[in-house]
Protein backbone atom coordinates (compact mmCIF):
# COMPACT_ATOMS: atom_id res chain seq x y z
CA UNK A 1 0.00 0.00 0.00
CA UNK A 2 1.45 3.30 -0.57
CA UNK A 3 1.94 6.00 1.74
CA UNK A 4 1.00 9.49 2.32
CA UNK A 5 2.90 11.46 -0.56
CA UNK A 6 2.34 8.84 -2.71
CA UNK A 7 -0.55 6.98 -4.98
CA UNK A 8 -3.04 5.72 -2.16
CA UNK A 9 -5.87 3.33 -2.41
CA UNK A 10 -9.38 4.26 -1.13
CA UNK A 11 -12.43 2.38 -1.73
CA UNK A 12 -15.63 3.80 -3.12
CA UNK A 13 -19.17 1.65 -2.69
CA UNK A 14 -21.90 1.45 -3.96
CA UNK A 15 -23.89 -0.66 -2.17
CA UNK A 16 -28.33 -1.02 -2.70
CA UNK A 17 -30.51 -2.10 0.32
CA UNK A 18 -29.85 -5.38 1.86
CA UNK A 19 -32.49 -7.91 1.45
CA UNK A 20 -33.66 -9.63 5.00
CA UNK A 21 -31.09 -12.97 5.45
CA UNK A 22 -31.72 -15.65 8.35
CA UNK A 23 -28.37 -15.83 10.45
CA UNK A 24 -26.80 -18.97 10.90
CA UNK A 25 -26.25 -20.36 14.65
CA UNK A 26 -22.99 -18.75 16.28
CA UNK A 27 -20.17 -20.70 16.97
CA UNK A 28 -18.85 -18.69 20.36
CA UNK A 29 -15.85 -17.63 20.62
CA UNK A 30 -12.49 -18.63 22.97
CA UNK A 31 -10.68 -15.36 25.24
CA UNK A 32 -6.70 -16.90 24.45
CA UNK A 33 -7.29 -15.71 20.67
CA UNK A 34 -6.75 -12.05 19.78
CA UNK A 35 -9.55 -9.84 18.79
CA UNK A 36 -7.93 -9.35 15.38
CA UNK A 37 -5.49 -10.65 13.03
CA UNK A 38 -2.33 -9.01 12.40
CA UNK A 39 -3.29 -7.58 8.84
CA UNK A 40 -2.57 -3.85 9.45
CA UNK A 41 -4.42 -0.61 7.69
CA UNK A 42 -4.42 3.18 8.76
CA UNK A 43 -6.17 6.43 8.47
CA UNK A 44 -8.62 6.96 5.20
CA UNK A 45 -8.28 3.18 4.59
CA UNK A 46 -9.47 1.80 7.80
CA UNK A 47 -12.32 4.53 7.50
CA UNK A 48 -13.26 3.47 4.02
CA UNK A 49 -13.59 0.00 5.19
CA UNK A 50 -15.84 0.35 8.21
CA UNK A 51 -18.19 2.21 5.46
CA UNK A 52 -17.91 -1.02 3.27
CA UNK A 53 -18.45 -3.44 6.37
CA UNK A 54 -21.32 -1.14 7.74
CA UNK A 55 -23.36 -1.55 4.23
CA UNK A 56 -22.94 -4.57 3.35
CA UNK A 57 -22.89 -6.81 6.75
CA UNK A 58 -24.39 -4.70 9.76
CA UNK A 59 -27.20 -2.73 8.44
CA UNK A 60 -30.73 -4.17 10.26
CA UNK A 61 -31.00 -6.73 7.25
CA UNK A 62 -27.61 -7.28 6.04
CA UNK A 63 -26.12 -9.77 4.34
CA UNK A 64 -24.37 -13.06 5.70
CA UNK A 65 -23.03 -14.68 2.42
CA UNK A 66 -21.08 -12.52 -0.16
CA UNK A 67 -18.58 -13.32 -2.87
CA UNK A 68 -15.99 -11.26 -3.84
CA UNK A 69 -14.91 -11.18 -7.69
CA UNK A 70 -12.40 -9.62 -9.95
CA UNK A 71 -13.90 -8.37 -12.89
CA UNK A 72 -10.29 -9.08 -14.47
CA UNK A 73 -7.12 -10.51 -12.63
CA UNK A 74 -4.42 -7.62 -10.69
CA UNK A 75 -7.93 -5.83 -8.97
CA UNK A 76 -7.09 -6.75 -5.07
CA UNK A 77 -9.97 -8.82 -4.49
CA UNK A 78 -7.96 -10.55 -2.17
CA UNK A 79 -6.49 -7.83 -0.37
CA UNK A 80 -10.27 -6.15 -0.35
CA UNK A 81 -11.61 -9.75 0.74
CA UNK A 82 -8.91 -10.11 3.46
CA UNK A 83 -9.11 -6.89 5.20
CA UNK A 84 -13.14 -6.85 4.95
CA UNK A 85 -13.31 -9.83 6.93
CA UNK A 86 -10.41 -8.62 9.29
CA UNK A 87 -12.78 -5.61 10.08
CA UNK A 88 -15.78 -7.52 9.95
CA UNK A 89 -14.54 -9.34 12.75
CA UNK A 90 -13.56 -6.43 14.56
CA UNK A 91 -17.47 -5.11 14.62
CA UNK A 92 -19.65 -7.70 14.86
CA UNK A 93 -20.39 -10.10 17.26
CA UNK A 94 -20.63 -13.33 14.91
CA UNK A 95 -18.35 -15.57 14.26
CA UNK A 96 -16.51 -14.63 10.54
CA UNK A 97 -15.31 -17.62 8.22
CA UNK A 98 -13.20 -16.21 5.06
CA UNK A 99 -13.09 -18.94 2.29
CA UNK A 100 -10.31 -19.19 -0.37
CA UNK A 101 -12.55 -20.12 -3.75
CA UNK A 102 -10.02 -18.96 -6.26
CA UNK A 103 -8.43 -22.12 -6.35
CA UNK A 104 -6.47 -21.16 -9.76
CA UNK A 105 -4.46 -18.33 -7.89
CA UNK A 106 -5.00 -18.37 -4.15
CA UNK A 107 -3.74 -16.19 -2.03
CA UNK A 108 -5.80 -15.47 1.25
CA UNK A 109 -3.21 -17.21 2.87
CA UNK A 110 -0.87 -15.55 2.61
CA UNK A 111 -2.49 -12.23 3.10
CA UNK A 112 -2.69 -13.75 6.58
CA UNK A 113 0.75 -15.64 7.07
CA UNK A 114 -0.40 -19.18 7.25
CA UNK A 115 0.22 -22.49 5.72
CA UNK A 116 -2.39 -23.42 2.50
CA UNK A 117 -1.80 -27.42 3.26
CA UNK A 118 -5.46 -28.31 4.43
CA UNK A 119 -8.26 -26.57 2.98
CA UNK A 120 -11.42 -26.43 0.30
CA UNK A 121 -10.14 -28.48 -1.94
CA UNK A 122 -9.41 -30.97 0.68
CA UNK A 123 -12.65 -31.02 1.90
CA UNK A 124 -14.24 -31.60 -1.25
CA UNK A 125 -12.44 -34.54 -1.92
CA UNK A 126 -12.16 -35.61 1.50
CA UNK A 127 -14.51 -36.47 4.37
CA UNK A 128 -14.80 -35.16 8.08
CA UNK A 129 -16.90 -32.22 9.20
CA UNK A 130 -16.04 -28.68 7.55
CA UNK A 131 -14.64 -27.59 10.86
CA UNK A 132 -11.30 -30.02 10.47
CA UNK A 133 -10.23 -27.94 7.71
CA UNK A 134 -10.50 -24.15 9.14
CA UNK A 135 -8.05 -22.71 10.41
CA UNK A 136 -8.49 -19.99 13.40
CA UNK A 137 -7.23 -16.45 12.85
CA UNK A 138 -8.69 -14.71 15.73
CA UNK A 139 -11.41 -15.27 18.63
CA UNK A 140 -13.94 -14.55 15.82
CA UNK A 141 -12.21 -14.87 12.92
CA UNK A 142 -11.70 -18.11 10.66
CA UNK A 143 -9.75 -19.08 7.21
CA UNK A 144 -10.46 -21.87 5.28
CA UNK A 145 -7.75 -21.82 2.43
CA UNK A 146 -7.52 -22.87 -1.02
CA UNK A 147 -6.34 -26.58 -0.02
CA UNK A 148 -2.98 -28.55 -0.94
CA UNK A 149 -5.72 -30.40 -3.87
CA UNK A 150 -6.76 -27.48 -5.67
CA UNK A 151 -6.75 -28.77 -9.09
CA UNK A 152 -9.20 -31.76 -8.09
CA UNK A 153 -11.25 -29.17 -6.17
CA UNK A 154 -11.78 -27.20 -9.35
CA UNK A 155 -14.14 -29.38 -11.18
CA UNK A 156 -15.92 -30.11 -7.90
CA UNK A 157 -17.58 -26.47 -8.05
CA UNK A 158 -20.81 -27.18 -9.10
CA UNK A 159 -21.37 -30.48 -7.12
CA UNK A 160 -23.68 -31.61 -4.54
CA UNK A 161 -20.23 -31.79 -2.32
CA UNK A 162 -19.99 -27.99 -3.18
CA UNK A 163 -23.31 -27.83 -1.66
CA UNK A 164 -23.58 -29.50 1.00
CA UNK A 165 -19.53 -28.21 1.88
CA UNK A 166 -21.14 -24.20 1.65
CA UNK A 167 -24.49 -25.41 3.80
CA UNK A 168 -21.92 -26.76 6.47
CA UNK A 169 -20.11 -23.82 6.63
CA UNK A 170 -23.80 -21.64 6.84
CA UNK A 171 -24.69 -23.45 9.59
CA UNK A 172 -21.42 -22.95 11.29
CA UNK A 173 -20.45 -18.99 10.87
CA UNK A 174 -22.56 -16.48 11.11
CA UNK A 175 -20.82 -14.38 8.11
CA UNK A 176 -18.89 -16.27 5.26
CA UNK A 177 -16.60 -14.01 2.81
CA UNK A 178 -15.51 -15.82 -0.41
CA UNK A 179 -13.11 -14.81 -2.52
CA UNK A 180 -13.31 -15.90 -6.03
CA UNK A 181 -11.40 -15.79 -9.44
CA UNK A 182 -12.03 -13.00 -11.75
CA UNK A 183 -15.12 -13.17 -14.01
CA UNK A 184 -13.05 -13.04 -17.00
CA UNK A 185 -11.17 -16.14 -15.97
CA UNK A 186 -14.29 -18.65 -15.27
CA UNK A 187 -17.25 -18.77 -14.10
CA UNK A 188 -16.73 -19.86 -10.27
CA UNK A 189 -17.88 -16.19 -9.09
CA UNK A 190 -21.50 -17.00 -10.70
CA UNK A 191 -21.42 -20.60 -9.57
CA UNK A 192 -20.62 -19.29 -5.62
CA UNK A 193 -22.99 -16.74 -6.05
CA UNK A 194 -25.54 -18.60 -6.80
CA UNK A 195 -24.87 -20.50 -3.13
CA UNK A 196 -24.53 -17.16 -1.24
CA UNK A 197 -26.15 -14.07 -0.85
CA UNK A 198 -24.83 -12.20 -3.98
CA UNK A 199 -21.50 -10.80 -5.08
CA UNK A 200 -19.36 -7.85 -4.79
CA UNK A 201 -17.43 -6.61 -8.39
CA UNK A 202 -13.79 -5.49 -7.50
CA UNK A 203 -12.99 -2.44 -10.35
CA UNK A 204 -9.64 -1.61 -10.59
CA UNK A 205 -9.37 2.37 -11.21
CA UNK A 206 -7.52 3.81 -14.14
CA UNK A 207 -7.24 0.09 -15.93
CA UNK A 208 -10.93 -1.63 -15.08
CA UNK A 209 -12.69 -0.89 -18.92
CA UNK A 210 -16.04 -0.20 -19.08
CA UNK A 211 -16.94 -3.22 -21.09
CA UNK A 212 -15.57 -5.52 -19.14
CA UNK A 213 -17.39 -4.40 -16.36
CA UNK A 214 -20.67 -4.05 -17.87
CA UNK A 215 -20.00 -7.41 -19.47
CA UNK A 216 -19.41 -9.04 -15.80
CA UNK A 217 -22.85 -7.46 -15.02
CA UNK A 218 -24.99 -9.06 -17.30
CA UNK A 219 -22.92 -12.31 -16.62
CA UNK A 220 -24.24 -12.45 -13.36
CA UNK A 221 -27.87 -10.86 -13.42
CA UNK A 222 -28.65 -13.89 -16.50
CA UNK A 223 -27.20 -16.24 -14.20
CA UNK A 224 -29.85 -14.80 -11.58
CA UNK A 225 -26.67 -13.98 -9.35
CA UNK A 226 -27.62 -10.61 -7.18
CA UNK A 227 -25.09 -7.89 -7.61
CA UNK A 228 -24.42 -6.41 -4.14
CA UNK A 229 -22.14 -3.54 -5.60
CA UNK A 230 -18.91 -2.46 -6.81
CA UNK A 231 -15.74 -1.41 -4.99
CA UNK A 232 -13.24 0.63 -6.88
CA UNK A 233 -9.60 -0.02 -5.63
CA UNK A 234 -6.61 1.89 -6.02
CA UNK A 235 -8.00 4.69 -6.34
CA UNK A 236 -5.68 7.61 -6.97
CA UNK A 237 -6.42 10.67 -4.08
CA UNK A 238 -4.01 13.69 -4.55
CA UNK A 239 -4.74 15.36 -1.31
CA UNK A 240 -2.41 15.00 1.96
CA UNK A 241 -4.30 12.49 4.59
CA UNK A 242 -4.75 15.10 7.51
CA UNK A 243 -6.28 17.48 5.05
CA UNK A 244 -8.75 14.40 4.02
CA UNK A 245 -9.42 13.72 7.96
CA UNK A 246 -11.43 17.06 7.55
CA UNK A 247 -13.49 16.45 4.53
Request: charged residues 20%.
Given at each position: ???A?????????????????????????????????????????????????????L????????????????????????????????????????????????????Q????N???????????????E?????S????????????????????????????????????????????????N?????????????L?????S???????????????A????????????????????????
Amino acid sequence: MSEAGRMREILETQVEQPYSAPPPPSVGVVDNFPSTPSLQISGAIRDEFAKLVQNLFLLPQGYRRVVFSGTESGSGCSWMCAHAAEGLAAQARGSVCIVDCNLRSPGLHQQFGTENHHGLSDALTGSGPIREYVHRLSCNLWLLSCGSVAEAGRTMFGSDRMRSRVAELRSAFDYILIDAAPLNVCNDAIVLGGLSDGVVLMLKANSSRRETARKAMQELQTANVRVLGAVLNRRTLPIPEALYKRL
